[in-house]
């Protein structure tokens, strides 16, 4: 469902704000701009003996639900919203500087711990997460912190752990029937298009929103009535009645 998509990428605005990546900040999470969508992007200006804190946001599974027995077809919906938190530092192995999962220390947990509540409080109260609240329903149905990442071969403890939330997300619906073939945001249901235009033009997140609406499903167009016709009949035993017939043409008009 594209609501998990929306909420993916208001989650991102809310750690790392559009409008704070010219001016570099003040940002909502020790991260700062490092905060990326869907992925870990690459590092490759961190310096020897930086240690820099990272933040991936990812979407995972969704269930959607019925909510009722008979009638229009309304569901809610529940995603997976996991955040992967990280402090990462350059080693030097075999002449060749690469970047990877800090070991961590008790100055670095308490970066880790720190990150995880700033994110609890930008996505509940912070002013960059009005748009995730507006996609949203709170309180989070669930809320997991996971810290046990160790590597493989040493079992050492790393600078890592894993936040996941479950979370509702606002019902959405199509228009039923448009009076016309809708194009660009006006594909999207209305609560996610009024997400689109708040993302701001010039920022990729809009251009993933738009690039979503371009491919998003339609509802057929409505076919408009030009004549109504009715007619009225007796009821059986009434004596001397007809019929009563009527039509409005041009409804249109």
């Given amino acids: 469902m594209l609501a998990r998509e929306f909420l993916r990428l208001t989650a991102l605005e809310a750690l790392r ?6 001016s570099n900040g003040p940002w909502p999470t020790l991260a700062g701009r490092y905060v990326s969508d869907s992925r870990i992007d ?25 909510i009722a027995q ?11 919203l996991v955040f992967e938190l990280s402090v990462v530092a350059t080693y030097n ?10 070991d961590t220390d008790a100055a670095i947990e308490a970066t880790l711990g720190v990150i995880e509540e700033q994110i609890y409080h930008a996505l509940h109260f912070g002013p960059t997460g009005a748009l995730f609240r507006q996609m949203s329903k709170l309180p989070f149905d669930e809320w997991h912190s996971n810290v046990k990442h160790r590597s493989s071969e040493e079992s050492i403890r790393l600078a890592a752990r894993t936040l996941r939330a479950r979370i ?4 959405s619906c199509y228009d039923p029937a448009p009076a016309a ?15 689109a235009l708040q993302l701001g033009e010039s920022t990729y997140l809009h251009e993933l929103a738009l690039g979503m609406a371009r491919m998003a499903p339609v509802m057929p167009t409505r076919v408009d009535l030009d004549t109504v016709g009715i007619t009225a009949a007796p009821q059986p035993g ?12 041009n409804l249109q008009g």
């Fill in 17 to 22: 704000p559009s409008a704070l990546l010219s």
């Fill in 42 to 66: 690459p590092i490759d200006d961190l310096n020897p003996e930086e240690r820099r804190p990272l933040i991936g946001v990812y979407t995972e599974g969704s269930t959607l639900s019925k």
């Fill in 70 to 80: 008979a009638g229009p077809q309304f569901y809610k919906g529940d995603v997976d």
């Fill in 93 to 102: 192995v075999d002449g060749e500087m690469i970047v990877d999962y800090a």
């Fill in 168 to 171: 509702r997300v606002k019902e």
């Fill in 181 to 195: 073939s809708p194009t660009d945001l006006d594909r999207l249901p209305a609560s996610l298009k009024a997400i």
């Fill in 238 to 249: 009434e004596a001397d009645t007809a019929p009563v017939e009527g039509s409005a043409d």
